[in-house]
């Protein structure tokens, strides 16, 4: 199965802040991978897929990039309600895996 | 509005069997793969089973193949996680979620809220 690595698992951040959250996967998956957002008690949202495509009515400050093995999400400006869980999952292959998640904090 | 209801979970102790369901609204739902994905508690997320839209192909992650079985009935707009052989780590909210295909990439659109199995004696 396909490992994929986050990094960090969690981060302390302000509002207004540009933060950055990274997947690796073990092997190449193309641009076969999602990001989701999770509240707690909430279930995920979906915000971008194949890579870098941003999910209709997500808004314009999360972006993604990344192809191949590296991948990343991007917050250009943090606001209050994107305090939350992220995650990666690749959907290159059965089984398809999540990574472990990135958790954003307040600073 | 798309609409995933889960259904059927419980206690339930170890070596029994629950099935869960998903009620699908708002789409059509013979038109789309479906997922179970679960969490254990305060654990990530991991994905369970996938379902082609007429049943024909199923995929399981390994930890619940031979014990789980995803399945689907179009005429009720449902879709099915049949547990059996239920071990303590099974314990986790279980979500039905919706695959969204554009060109030849896919993602999961659409999740329900939840439905919570508890493993335990």
């Known amino acids: 199965a396909i490992q994929m690595t986050q990094s960090p698992s969690s981060l302390s951040a302000s509002v207004g802040d540009r933060v950055t959250v990274t997947c690796r996967a073990s092997?190449?998956?193309?641009?076969?991978l999602g990001w989701y957002q999770q509240k707690p008690g909430k279930a995920p949202k979906f915000l971008i897929y194949?890579?870098?495509s941003l999910q209709s009515g997500v808004p314009s400050r999360f972006s993604g990039s990344g192809s191949g093995t590296d991948f990343t999400l991007t917050i250009s400006s943090l606001q209050p309600e994107d305090f939350a869980t992220y995650y990666c999952?690749?959907?290159?292959?059965?089984?398809?895996?999540f990574g472990q998640g990135t958790k954003v904090e307040i600073k | 509005e798309v609409q995933l209801v889960e259904s059927g979970g419980g206690l339930v102790q170890p070596g029994g069997s629950l099935r869960l369901s998903c009620a699908a609204s708002?789409?059509?739902?013979?038109?789309?793969?479906m997922s179970w994905v679960r969490q254990a508690p305060g654990k990530g997320l991991e994905w369970v089973a996938n379902?082609?839209?007429?049943?024909?192909?199923?995929y399981h992650v390994d930890s619940v193949k031979g014990r789980f079985t995803i399945s689907r009935d179009n005429a009720k707009n449902s879709l099915y996680l049949q547990m059996d052989s239920l071990r303590a780590e099974d314990t986790a909210v279980y979500y039905c979620?919706?695959?969204?295909?554009?060109?030849?990439?896919?993602?999961?659109?659409?999740w329900g809220q939840g439905t919570l199995v508890t493993v335990s004696s």
């Open positions: 979620a919706r695959v969204m295909i554009v060109a030849t990439t896919t993602g999961l659109d659409y």
């Open positions: 708002g789409f059509t739902f013979s038109s789309y793969w």
């Open positions: 092997q190449g998956i193309r641009n076969d």
């Open positions: 194949a890579a870098s």
């Open positions: 379902i082609k839209q007429d049943g024909s192909e199923k």
């Open positions: 999952l690749q959907d290159y292959n059965s089984p398809w895996t």
